[in-house]
């Protein structure tokens, strides 16, 4: 059977389940800690923050198979399935003898596989019968995924914005007006916590961290309403599955095996969810592939950070996981334009990782925005940085092919589109852009700072 360009499956084929890799794993990830108390979270200490049923998904590591609500099915109709493309002019630029294919989750407006997720999340809110959901979002493709959910479910959202990307993407902003979330600049004068930042470090352009705070206090102190997270979480990775899911079933039509499965990593979702059906396999003794999560050398939490329970939070108020972590006080070089600068890792990627199921690889970002602009100009899609990564790692491995003659089939995720990182590929295209890696030292020093519990 010919493979076609674009394998596309039929709207009855999209997944009607998520499927749990916890329930295959042997050694479970370790569960969240209360700082405070260090013992495990329960249900009854989240549900000040989280949605109820979120929670209980964020503890089951029993369930294989979890029911995707019919409402979510229904607006997954809108941009799922989402193709798998045989990177065919691709190969033909390398000229390798591997087989590449890329599954391309940046078919809507978000621009990214989170919609995935945060349709799920605004679902659960509903449900729930909350007000409205808060969050905090850095480059902006979570806030517009759950901008967007959220209309659709028509439930508030409100999106703390990193004030540096606030002020560098006036259109990302605009993006998540347009769907009628309010977009606050963090730190902001709306919180306990805000002012505080803003009393102590004026003329602060803010972080991920302080964000999340904001977005936190303001949930925990507004009746109605729950703070939702985009990446890093089990339940996340749950909803993402959706991508590996109808990667695996895509493959199977044409009798394709793959031999490597690359992904990049920021908190680990779009990687987690990708993978998660094939790790399934290999955990039951099915099949065996080599897995690559792609990283920032710049932000390199598998390859150069420690396996120990950290805060996922720079503002250290959020629970404690269990995770591969450069520390929550590492703040990546200003320099650093790719994205991915979360300074922990999913605690399920971690736990697989820690056993060998998985490998790492990290890139400084010249070489990922070189990978991103030889895809860009073989396939057509203007990669988002993060995904280039990915992009970056399936080009070298199917480059080795060159070299020994192999027929390896590579599969990979593009996550999503750059079309609001032109200030980056612009660097790129002058010249300007350069490389940074942290030195031991910097990363011995944010390493000491990890809190103190026995695991
Ligand atoms: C957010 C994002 C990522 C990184 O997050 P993960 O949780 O690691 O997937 C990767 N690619 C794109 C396009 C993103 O928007």
């Given at each position: 059977m010919k493979i076609p360009y674009k394998i596309y499956l039929a709207e009855?084929?999209?997944?009607?389940q998520w499927y749990n890799v916890r329930a295959d794993m042997k050694t479970k990830p370790a569960p969240l800690l209360n700082?405070?108390?260090?013992k495990p979270l329960t249900l009854e200490e989240m549900q000040p923050i989280f949605c109820t049923e979120l929670i209980k998904q964020e503890l089951?590591?029993?369930?294989?198979w979890i029911d995707i609500p019919e409402e979510v099915l229904n607006f997954y109709r809108m941009f799922r399935p989402s193709p798998l493309v045989h990177a065919e002019f691709l190969e033909k630029a390398l000229d390798t003898p591997a087989k590449i294919f890329y599954k391309f989750e940046g078919n809507n407006t978000s621009g990214s596989h989170k919609l995935n997720s945060a349709i799920a999340q605004a679902y659960y809110a509903k449900a729930q019968g909350l007000k409205g959901v808060t969050t905090e979002t850095g480059a902006g493709q979570w806030g517009t995924a759950l901008s967007m959910a959220c209309q659709y479910f028509g439930i508030d959202c409100k999106v703390f914005m990193v004030k540096v990307s606030y002020e560098q993407k006036p259109f990302r902003r605009e993006v998540i007006n347009t769907y009628g979330a309010s977009i606050i600049p963090s730190p902001s004068d709306t919180t306990n916590v805000g002012r505080k930042i803003l009393a102590e470090h004026p003329g602060t352009t803010g972080s991920l961290g302080c964000a999340i705070s904001e977005a936190v206090e303001v949930a925990t102190s507004t009746e109605g309403y729950r703070y939702v997270l985009g990446s890093v979480l089990n339940q996340v990775l749950l909803h993402q599955t959706v991508i590996g899911l109808e990667t695996q079933t895509a493959l199977k039509k044409f009798g394709i095996k793959p031999d490597i499965l690359i992904g990049c990593t920021g908190g680990g979702s779009n990687l987690g969810g990708f993978v998660s059906p094939f790790m399934g396999e290999m955990l039951r003794g099915e099949a065996d592939y080599k897995i690559i999560g792609v990283e920032p050398a710049s932000c390199p939490s598998f390859t150069r950070g420690k396996y120990a329970y950290d805060f996922c939070d720079t503002g250290m108020i959020c629970p404690l996981a269990k995770m591969y972590t450069l520390g929550s006080q590492f703040i990546p070089s200003a320099n650093h334009a790719g994205g991915l600068r979360f300074h922990g890792m999913s605690p399920i990627l971690s736990e697989l990782y820690d056993e060998g199921l998985m490998e790492a690889r990290a890139y400084e970002q010249t070489s990922v925005f070189s990978a991103a602009v030889q895809f860009a100009r073989a396939e057509g899609i203007l990669p988002a940085p993060e995904s280039s990564h990915a992009i970056r790692c399936a080009i070298d491995e199917a480059l080795k092919c060159k070299e020994t003659g192999e027929e390896k089939t590579i599969v990979f995720n593009?996550?999503?589109?750059?079309?609001?990182d032109l200030y980056a590929y612009k660097n790129f295209n002058e010249g300007t852009m350069n490389d940074y890696i942290p030195t031991d030292e910097e990363i011995a020093a944010a390493l000491a700072k990890l809190p103190q519990v026995k695991a």
């Open positions: 009855n084929e999209v997944p009607t700082p405070g108390t260090g089951d590591n029993d369930t294989k593009l996550s999503g589109t750059g079309y609001f």
